[in-house]
């Protein structure tokens, strides 16, 4: 399989997008971060635009403050920035004196913002243990499906400090580190994942579902669907292709996802709700696509989750996991950014 943490934009000749993010929620359940480094290159062009993103979340105040700094690098200087090939040997220095580090067992930056300044200084303790969403190593490097996607590190823990403004949120963190790239974002799509389970500590989840644009956006394909779940010390997962497409979705909006998933032992019932934008805290950030398209990606850590997995044939569920600790993304193609700002309204 690919090196999870490979930077894949020093490698790549046209339009391409690369994110390498952080989500952490405290222990008590109340605080949360999701911290982004990003990489765009559009088509046609040689020079590739940093972005650099710290989002805070208070479950109480149901507020969500945002910190977020660009620079475009010239070839030569996105060359010299990621010579090491290596998202875990990566430093970078911005022209507006902002900054960051990544290093296997650190992350540490600065945001100089019009909103304010932004910081973090954080200590990592990982589990090691990579989530592949593809059933094959091939499909991370042929050209379809345009976006790739897996879990660096599924089960992390955070001690540490960020701030954003005069908000500070400090501790200890559970939570994990992501890695995705691809030519395109999806056409639609929703995306949940979660580690902090009442029922059991160990378990994780991870999974999406997504409609994809083909033939230059004049067809989409049906649901895509695929996912894995840790539970009881083992993996059942659910990402055979041949069924991706004959999973049950019920339920893809905005705030919320609802799907049956099948393999060929179990059945995995799941629904993710992120509740009132106006009550849970959500952030709707505009993504641009390599090819110029913009779209409202919509993002909270504090949605409520119901899981369920049955062996076939068995009346009783062999494992019934909650928590209001999912992550939850959805994108909508209705959802159209309507100026250029990065930060929009959930």
Known sequence: MIDPAALIMARARDGLYESFYFRGTSLDGQKAFWLKHNFLRRHGERGVL???????????????????DCEDLGPQAFSALTRSRQWEALSANLASGSFFEIYREKIRGKLHTPQGPAAWDVTLTRSDEALYHFPHSRLYQLPFPKKKILTRDVYMQFSGRFSVGTRVVEGEFVGANGHNWGTEHAHEYAYAS????????TACFDGFTAKLALAAGLVRTPYLSLAALKVNGGWHYFNALSRAYQQNVHALHDYQWGITL??????????????????????ALHYEHPGGARSVVKNTKFATGHLQIFEHGQPRPLAVLSSDCFELETLLPGNTPVDRFYLGVP
């Open 50 to 68: 940093l972005e650099v993103t710290l989002v805070l979340f208070d479950r109480k105040s149901g507020e969500v403050v945002t910190a977020h």
């Open 194 to 201: 979660c580690n902090m389970f009442s029922e059991d500590a």
């Open 262 to 283: 099948k393999n060929a032992t179990h059945r995995l019932e799941l629904l993710v709700d992120g509740g009132n934008p106006r009550v849970v805290p959500w952030v």
